[in-house]
């Protein structure tokens, strides 16, 4: 295991499978620790320090939801990468996670596979904002919060294109991307962005990345 291996913190009452994902983590590059409820895994973040969080929803004690609350209100847990675990995926739960801040959703049981690409999807887009932000000295611009009256304000000026534009841009997508995803041509798309600039209030392309990226829990 390399000294800068990613940490990854796995939060599930189960302890074989808590235990085997260690394992597989492991065994993969990474530096994993486990705990059994969402108590347990508030005590580990000041020290481990991780830079994801695996975490099933239904737990003793302190459920998932209420975790991924305590972490989003935490110093630097606003954009830490948060994955959710769950053997029964529901539209409202998706829609309870994606507003309270959670990135993914894996559900149980799934394959190595899909583990593994769900984590480094998510820390592969976290990282590469995170270096865009710090780049062009944006980068608090992620710790950046919005209560759900000021989101649903801002996003009632926009169109249901623009919603989709504004959504891909929170992923990470270039214009390009974009473009291609919703079969348009890459000037169209630069005028959304432009026009959604205006609406919104916000002077350049990165800072509506900053902003969207800022949001992203609300854009379901």
Do not use: W
């Not at 990613?6 to 074989?16: A, N």
């Not at 530096?31 to 994801?52: C, H, M, R, W, Y």
């Not at 926009?158 to 473009?179: D, F, H, M, N, W």
Request: aromatic content about 6%; overall charge positive.
């Amino acid at each position: 295991m390399s000294i800068n291996a990613k940490k990854i913190l796995v939060v599930d009452d189960e302890r074989m499978l808590r235990e085997s994902i260690c394992t597989l983590l492991d065994l993969s590059g990474y530096k994993s620790v486990g705990a059994e409820n969402g108590v347990q895994a508030k005590q580990l973040i000041s020290d481990f320090k991780p830079d994801l969080i695996l975490c099933d929803v239904k737990m003793p004690q302190m459920d998932g939801y209420d975790f991924l609350n305590s972490v989003r209100q935490g110093v630097g847990g606003t954009e830490l990468p948060f994955i959710f675990m769950s053997a029964k995926i529901e539209r409202d739960d998706i829609r309870k996670g994606m507003n309270l801040g959670a990135d993914d959703y894996l559900t149980k049981p799934f394959v190595k596979e899909d583990l593994l690409k769900a984590i480094e999807t998510r820390m592969s887009r976290y990282h590469n904002l995170r270096s865009i932000f710090k780049h062009t000295g944006e980068v608090e611009g992620l710790n950046m919060k919005f209560s759900r009256d000021e989101v649903n304000d801002k996003l009632n000026k926009l169109t249901k294109t623009e919603k989709k534009v504004l959504r891909l841009v929170a992923e990470g997508k270039t214009s390009r991307q974009i473009a291609e995803i919703l079969f348009v041509s890459f000037k169209t798309i630069e005028n959304h962005r432009a026009n959604m600039a205006d609406k919104l209030g916000i002077s350049g392309k990165l800072s509506l990345i900053t902003f969207a990226v800022s949001i992203r829990p609300f854009l379901d």
